[in-house]
T-cell receptor, first 112, second 110 residues
Framework: DGGITQSPKYLFRKEGQNVTLSCEQN?????MYWYRQDPGQGLRLIYY???????QKGDIAEGYSVSREKKESFPLTVTSAQKNPTAFYLC???????????FGQGTRLTVV | EDQVTQSPEALRLQEGESSSLNCSYT??????LFWYRQDPGKGPEFLFT???AGEEKEKERLKATLTKKESFLHITAPKPEDSATYLC???????????FGTGTRLKVLA
């Protein structure tokens, strides 16, 4: 079955550490996205990529980095520069900029 | 600035009590409006896409409609399993970015 796989489901980070969240899709979609979801704030866009080897900052990119070396993969690194990283992170993909998004099951990141 | 607003923030219904959720938008060049359902701790699940004013889509107890300023998600005779957060999003011309509303938390009581 086609879909998006995020891993891990739960992640714990110590202060000052970088962590990488994995996102893989087998839908052959061109565009991929990373969102952050906090209670009561909806989905906020971190980064998105329309095509391999290209990506753009979203509304809250500070403290995050991404890469898009393969069409299927769009990993997100949460760096130590992100001051409040505890949140629910969602990866999504779309065939184009005007079609429905398919989401992974999310990664819950907690700073300990 | 492009904006999507959902109301109400939360809604409690008795089983069988029909109601509507609202998604109003202020965007330049609407290309599509999308409805999703999200269960706690899960990723959003796609429900409907609407592309033009007057368009309607139905699926089981849900019906989505679109005007030039807003969309409604009508829930007819809801059941407890319809309890979830319902998200609305729009896509606009010239960008791959989607703008999401903050959602409506629906609770259906048996």
């Amino acid at each position: 079955d086609g879909g998006i796989t995020q891993s891990p489901k739960y992640l714990f980070r110590k202060e000052g550490q970088n962590v990488t969240l994995s996102c893989e899709q087998n839908l052959n979609h061109d565009a991929m996205y990373w969102y952050r979801q906090d209670p009561g704030q909806g989905l906020r866009l971190i980064y998105y990529s329309q095509i391999v080897n290209d990506f753009q900052k979203g509304d809250i990119a500070e403290g995050y980095s991404v890469s898009r070396e393969k069409k299927e993969s769009f990993p997100l690194t949460v760096t130590s520069a992100q001051k409040n990283p505890t949140a629910f992170y969602l990866c999504a993909s779309t065939q184009s900029g005007n079609t429905e998004a398919f989401f992974g099951q999310g990664t819950r990141l907690t700073v300990v | 600035e492009d904006q999507v607003t959902q109301s109400p923030e939360a809604l409690r219904l008795q089983e069988g009590e029909s109601s509507s959720l609202n998604c109003s938008y202020t965007v330049s060049g609407l290309r599509g409006l999308f409805w999703y359902r999200q269960d706690p701790g899960k990723g959003p699940e796609f429900l409907f896409t609407l592309y033009s004013a007057g368009e309607e889509k139905e699926k089981e107890r849900l019906k989505a409609t679109l005007t030039k300023k807003e969309s409604f998600l009508h829930i007819t005779a809801p059941k407890p399993e319809d309890s979830a957060t319902y998200l609305c999003a729009v896509s606009t011309s010239g960008t791959y970015k989607y703008i999401f509303g903050t959602g409506t938390r629906l609770k259906v009581l048996a």
